[in-house]
């Protein structure tokens, strides 16, 4: 099936963190993907095989309040 229902790309968004002992400054896309819990685990793998970085930062967010037809859109276009 599919790994998300859609997919916002913002940015680019200016970065800075913290690698391998020397801060560093990028330009980033931050990436909203929308999905289930239960398709949570292949956006997660599908990520990490395609991600240039060695950790990408990768964050779930459940939905406090989530509107009813909207969440049978979403589990409807994953499947």
């Known amino acids: 099936g599919r790994l998300a229902a859609c997919v ?3 940015g680019p968004v ?3 963190y913290r690698w391998n002992g020397s ?3 990028e330009a980033e896309h931050q990436l909203l993907i929308k ?7 292949g956006v997660r793998d599908f990520i990490a095989a395609r991600h240039p ?3 990408p930062e990768l964050v779930a ?3 406090e309040v989530l509107d009813e037809a909207y969440g049978r859109w979403l589990r409807e276009q994953i499947g």
Do not use: C, D, F, G
């Not at 999905?35 to 685990?41: K, M, N």
């Open 35 to 41: 999905t289930t819990r239960e398709a949570r685990a």
């Open 14 to 16: 200016h970065s800075t």
């Open 23 to 25: 801060v560093q400054h």
């Open 53 to 55: 970085y060695q950790v």
């Open 61 to 63: 967010l459940a939905a």
């Open 8 to 10: 916002n790309r913002i």
